[in-house]
């Protein structure tokens, strides 16, 4: 059956056709076997796999969705807008551990983004066998080019129609021109079993022994997902041989026990990949090499676990807050484990207090929120005791704790104790829909999860406690008040950074230095944290001394720059400084490495100022630095900003620049404040911002005003 999307409206099926035949495209042209179509989804940051071709859609559902800002080839390609070329698996491990660690395959694959203009829709990705050594042919990149910007020409007329161009359901995925049947009819006298499967798990052939296996139950077999057909072989332990199949061309054998929950006897699996498919036989361990059914069944269940470790342990370590933790956990370890619910708890003065949930029926969880250490709940004895509890049912759960409040669902829970260094952190709690067991290697690898949680949220609370450090000291660096002067008024704005949470550098100020002169200021120290807002506090109260010592703008300037070599080395900073005469307008400006600032005319027409500029401060102790002179005329602007307000990944400055200038023009300067709040505005509403932003504006009232 062709899996649909969600809406099942005619223009979102027309759309889910236009990305599967994009896909097929591309595979096709690259010499690909599997192909798919990333689109941005109502979620801000959230990129989700719209249409997928030649592999199973549940065995890749942990990837289905796919964050902006994770260490992705797919989320680089839309991040950046460059094309992402993964000849072979040692150039995905050494730029992309994660996606390696996740699909331990060797594979090739390609990524390129669908955009046009400015307008970012997703990115076309094509998965094709391995070339060791041999990077991507410029012909390959080319024909990909080229069907990526057919594809981005076709969704801008969606978007022209009215039709909104993103996706939330699952991916759509079409149904291949393969005839059912179509093995030879000797197979069907083997006592072994065989089946042959399309590139998305559906069963194309089924001998008669096939027939009689457990879950057949002697119905026909054929057009059914493998997986569905015989669900004992959908275990997770056996999901990394079956991915590894559709990756890879080698073949692929294991021994599963048949029968669901997986009871019966053992049998040996062999998959034989092809490009147009997977053969699949099943018979007696036997005729295989193995040490015993057992033993290698255990092997298999070890082999797919070692994987999850690795992918969370790699993620773990790019999460610098407890909301990122506890993202980086419902997006790695839930699809592992099969699970839907997940609940972190961490403990503050010998209380749980609810820092994270998901999956549990609204307000369930807020009777919970807040007990102490000596209530007895499975969450709190998971920590007091140090040991992991499981239930594989809420029976089981109820049972053990009568009088527990339970929530509507009906399947397992695991409750975990997050202890990092022998420190109590708190405890995780992960819930499935239906009753499971959990077996002897997943209690083992459940528990040493939790371990890296918890490493990574003590991490994530030092970390919290730093940023609050910078914070409070870059607000206590940053003027309260601007002076209050005759003929100019002034306003400025920070806006901190997102992504990664630190604190920058960036800083304003305005100082008067004379009976009718203003200095206007502001600049943008490398890095961000502690030594940032500590480097700009310096700097500033260094631009302060040496305005208010009587020196001309290039003296402010390099003095400021000879200073920032000696106090500290290797540091740097860019800067742009104005000297206005609020009497008749003249100002005197010198740039260190700064962007351009913007002038608005009393007609509102407005430009991009050209000052001759100098490099940036702690690079060269004899740097000079350069006057450009100009007038501010009764009613125009002035406005300085640091490069986060026109800065964005994957696009070229000048279109920042371009777009804060058109802003700027259609703003009207009175009040001033609103201005402002505009400006900042327009960029501080992305959920995203990789830098800090600040803003100073000077408008000149004249005489009058």
């Given at each position: 059956?062709?899996?649909?999307?969600?809406?099942?409206?005619p223009?979102?099926d027309?759309?889910?056709?236009?990305?599967?035949?994009?896909?097929m495209?591309?595979?096709?042209?690259?010499g690909?076997?599997?192909?798919g179509?990333y689109?941005?989804?109502?979620t801000?940051?959230?990129?989700r796999?719209?249409?997928?071709?030649?592999l199973p859609?549940?065995?890749?559902?942990?990837?289905?969705r796919?964050?902006?800002?994770?260490?992705?080839?797919?989320?680089?390609?839309?991040?950046?807008?460059?094309?992402?070329h993964?000849?072979?698996?040692?150039?995905?491990?050494?730029?992309?551990?994660?996606l390696t660690?996740?699909?331990?395959?060797?594979?090739?694959?390609l990524?390129?983004?669908?955009?046009?203009?400015?307008?970012r829709?997703?990115?076309?990705?094509?998965?094709?066998?391995a070339?060791?050594?041999?990077?991507?042919?410029?012909?390959?990149?080319?024909?990909?080019?080229?069907?990526?910007?057919?594809?981005?020409a076709?969704?801008?007329?969606?978007?022209?129609?009215?039709?909104?161009?993103?996706?939330?359901?699952?991916?759509?995925?079409?149904?291949?021109a393969?005839?059912l049947?179509?093995?030879?009819?000797?197979?069907?006298r083997?006592?072994q079993a065989?089946l042959?499967?399309?590139?998305?798990g559906?069963?194309r052939?089924?001998n008669?022994a096939?027939?009689?296996?457990?879950?057949?139950q002697?119905?026909?077999?054929?057009?059914e997902?493998?997986?569905?057909?015989?669900?004992?072989?959908?275990?997770?332990?056996?999901?990394?041989?079956?991915?590894?199949?559709?990756?890879?061309p080698?073949?692929?054998?294991f021994?599963?026990r048949?029968?669901?929950p997986?009871s019966?006897r053992?049998?040996?699996?062999?998959?034989?990949?092809g490009?147009d498919?997977?053969?699949?036989t099943l018979?007696?361990?036997?005729s295989?090499?193995y040490?015993?059914?057992?033993?290698?069944?255990?092997?298999?269940?070890?082999?797919?676990?070692?994987y999850?470790?690795?992918?969370?342990?790699?993620?773990?370590?790019e999460?610098?807050t407890?909301?990122q933790?506890?993202a980086?956990?419902?997006?790695?370890?839930?699809?592992?484990?099969?699970g839907?619910?997940?609940?972190?708890?961490?403990l503050?003065e010998?209380?749980l207090?609810?820092?994270?949930e998901t999956?549990?029926?609204?307000?369930?969880?807020?009777?919970?929120?807040?007990?102490?250490?000596?209530?007895?709940?499975?969450?709190?004895?998971?920590l007091t005791?140090?040991?992991?509890?499981?239930f594989?049912?809420?029976?089981?759960l109820?049972?053990?704790?009568?009088?527990?409040?339970?929530d509507?669902?009906v399947?397992?829970?695991?409750?975990?104790?997050?202890?990092?260094?022998?420190?109590?952190?708190?405890?995780?709690?992960?819930?499935?829909d239906?009753?499971?067991?959990?077996s002897a290697?997943?209690?083992?690898?459940?528990?040493a999860?939790?371990?890296?949680?918890?490493?990574a949220?003590?991490r994530?609370?030092?970390y919290?406690?730093?940023?609050?450090?910078?914070?409070g000291?870059?607000?206590?660096?940053?003027?309260?008040?601007?002076?209050?002067s005759?003929h100019?008024?002034t306003?400025?704005?920070?806006?901190?950074?997102?992504?990664g949470?630190?604190?920058?550098?960036?800083?304003?100020?305005?100082t008067?230095?004379?009976?009718?002169?203003?200095?206007?200021?502001?600049?943008?120290?490398?890095g961000?944290?502690?030594?940032?807002?500590?480097t700009m506090g310096?700097?500033?109260?260094?631009?302060?001394a040496?305005?208010?010592?009587?020196?001309?703008?290039?003296?402010?300037?390099?003095?400021?720059?000879?200073?920032?070599?000696?106090?500290?080395?290797?540091q740097?900073?860019?800067?742009?400084?104005?000297?206005?005469?609020?009497?008749?307008?003249?100002?005197?400006?010198?740039?260190a490495?700064?962007?351009?600032?913007l002038?608005?005319?009393?007609?509102?027409?407005?430009?991009v100022l050209d000052l001759?500029g100098?490099?940036?401060?702690?690079?060269?102790?004899?740097?000079?630095y350069?006057?450009?002179?100009?007038?501010?005329?009764?009613?125009?602007?002035?406005?300085?900003?640091?490069?986060g307000?026109?800065?964005?990944?994957?696009?070229d400055?000048?279109?920042?620049?371009e777009?804060?200038?058109?802003a700027?023009?259609?703003?009207?300067?009175?009040?001033l404040t609103?201005?402002?709040?505009?400006?900042?505005?327009?960029?501080?509403?992305?959920?995203?911002?990789?830098?800090?932003?600040?803003?100073?504006?000077?408008?000149?009232?004249?005489?009058?005003?």
């Open positions: 059956m062709t899996a649909r999307p969600d809406s099942g409206s223009a979102t027309a759309l889910a056709r236009v990305l599967a035949r994009a896909a495209a591309a595979e096709e042209a690259v690909g076997y599997a192909g179509v689109l941005r989804s109502r801000d940051g959230l990129l796999l719209a249409a997928l071709d030649g859609g549940r065995l890749f559902r942990p990837w289905w796919m964050h902006v800002n994770r260490p992705y080839p797919v989320a680089e390609a839309f991040r950046s807008g460059q094309a992402v993964l000849p072979d698996a040692e150039s995905a491990m050494r730029h992309f551990p994660q660690a996740g699909l331990p395959f060797t594979f090739g694959s990524y390129e983004p669908v955009a046009a203009g400015d307008e829709f997703g990115v076309l990705m094509v998965l094709r066998p070339t060791p050594g041999v990077a991507v042919r410029p012909a390959d990149r080319e024909r990909m080019r080229g069907i990526a910007a057919r594809l981005a076709e969704l801008t007329a969606f978007t022209a129609s009215g039709v909104p161009v993103v996706w939330d359901g699952d991916p759509f995925r079409p149904e291949p393969v005839p049947g179509g093995a030879e009819a000797a197979v069907d083997l006592a065989v042959s499967t399309d590139r998305q559906r069963i052939y089924a008669a096939a027939a009689a296996l457990p879950g057949a002697g119905r026909p077999l054929l057009g997902v493998l997986w569905e057909a015989l669900p004992w072989l959908g275990h997770p332990a056996y999901e990394d041989h079956f991915r590894a199949v559709f990756m890879a080698q073949p692929v054998y021994v599963a048949e029968g669901h997986p019966g053992w049998l040996s699996v062999g998959l034989h990949p490009p498919g997977v053969t699949v018979g007696s361990p036997a295989v090499s040490a015993s059914p057992q033993e290698s069944a255990s092997s298999a269940d070890r082999s797919s676990a070692l999850r470790p690795v992918a969370l342990a790699i993620a773990l370590t999460a610098m407890a909301r933790v506890s980086v956990v419902t997006e790695e370890l839930l699809p592992a484990f099969g839907r619910q997940l609940a972190i708890y961490l503050d010998r209380h207090h609810l820092a994270w999956g549990f029926p609204r307000g369930f969880l807020d009777r919970f929120d807040g007990v102490g250490l000596d209530v007895r709940l499975p969450g709190v004895e998971t005791s140090g040991r992991p509890l499981f594989e049912s809420m029976g089981h109820a049972a053990a704790y009568p009088g527990i409040p339970l509507t669902h399947g397992a829970r695991a409750f975990l104790p997050l202890i990092a260094s022998g420190r109590p952190v708190g405890s995780c709690i992960l819930g499935f239906t009753p499971r067991s959990f290697e997943e209690r083992t690898v459940l528990t999860l939790a371990g890296l949680i918890a490493q949220l003590e994530a609370r030092r919290d406690s730093e940023a609050a450090l910078a914070r000291l870059q607000s206590a660096l940053l003027p309260h008040r601007l002076p209050v005759e100019v008024v306003v400025g704005r920070y806006l901190p950074g997102t992504v949470m630190d604190v920058g550098g960036d800083w304003y100020d305005v008067e230095t004379g009976p009718d002169s203003l200095a206007l200021v502001i600049g943008d120290v490398q961000h944290g502690v030594a940032a807002a500590a310096q700097l500033r109260s260094a631009v302060r040496f305005a208010l010592g009587g020196n001309a703008p290039e003296q402010v300037v390099r003095g400021t720059n000879r200073l920032l070599i000696d106090l500290d080395p290797g740097f900073a860019s800067c742009c400084y104005a000297e206005l005469d609020r009497t008749t307008g003249r100002v005197r400006a010198v740039r490495g700064h962007p351009q600032p002038l608005r005319h009393p007609d509102g027409r407005t430009e001759r100098g490099v940036v401060l702690g690079v060269d102790p004899g740097a000079s350069p006057v450009t002179e100009f007038v501010l005329e009764p009613g125009a602007l002035l406005a300085l900003y640091t490069d307000l026109v800065e964005q990944p994957g696009k400055i000048d279109a920042g620049v777009r804060l200038r058109a700027l023009a259609a703003a009207p300067p009175v009040p609103e201005t402002a709040d505009r400006l900042a505005g327009g960029a501080g509403t992305s959920g995203h911002r990789p830098d800090d932003i600040a803003l100073l504006l000077a408008w000149r009232t004249g005489a009058a005003g």
